[in-house]
């Protein structure tokens, strides 16, 4: 019963991250292209809650669908996007095609890999107390984990720097 609960949730959560996908690549609204990012992460925070990593779902849930994705829509405020939702332009007829051949052929090659050269089964990894992960961030990696917070602050930055640059532009048309 449980394993087909969780056969079940794994479809339900790849399901989410591909139709986010989807929804974030082809959307012509930035605000609609977000939203299918969201859904795309929720589905990655499943997948870890699946894999017994409630932890990793919780990071994945604050961090990439809170900070991250708060931080994308200021950007998208920022910018002043057309009331329409048009930001991407006219499409190109063969541009969706290139786009689903670009998606399709990836799934093709690992899934042929997959089930060709099936990887052996490894033991279920011993789990680490969270206090010991909180230290190994601190004590061991403390220059890895600031450059996390340097890099989400030059996005910061290059968010603002760039709605500065589409609000001079459009400006200057008016």
Do not use: W
């Not at 997948?47 to 931080?71: E, K, R, T």
Request: hydrophobic share 60%; net charge positive; with cysteine.
């Amino acid at each position: 019963m449980m394993e087909t609960l969780a056969k079940i949730a794994f479809a339900v959560y790849t399901l989410l991250i591909l139709g986010g996908g989807c929804i974030a690549v082809g959307a012509h609204s930035l605000v609609r292209a977000m939203v299918g990012l969201i859904s795309s992460l929720l589905g990655v925070a499943g997948m870890y809650m699946l894999m017994a990593a409630p932890f990793m779902a919780f990071m994945q849930i604050l961090i990439y669908v809170g900070a991250v994705c708060v931080l994308i829509f200021f950007a998208i405020m920022l910018t002043q996007a057309d009331d329409h939702g048009v930001e991407s332009g006219s499409r190109r007829p063969g541009k969706s095609a290139l786009a689903a051949l670009t998606f399709i052929t990836p799934v093709f090659l690992i899934g042929f890999i997959l089930v060709k050269f099936q990887p052996a089964s490894i033991n279920i990894p011993v789990e680490v107390p969270l206090v010991q992960i909180g230290k190994g961030l601190l004590e061991d990696y403390p220059v890895a984990f600031e450059l996390i917070s340097v890099v989400l602050l030059a996005a910061m930055a290059g968010a603002v720097l760039l709605a500065f640059e589409q609000k001079g532009k459009k400006g200057r048309k008016a």
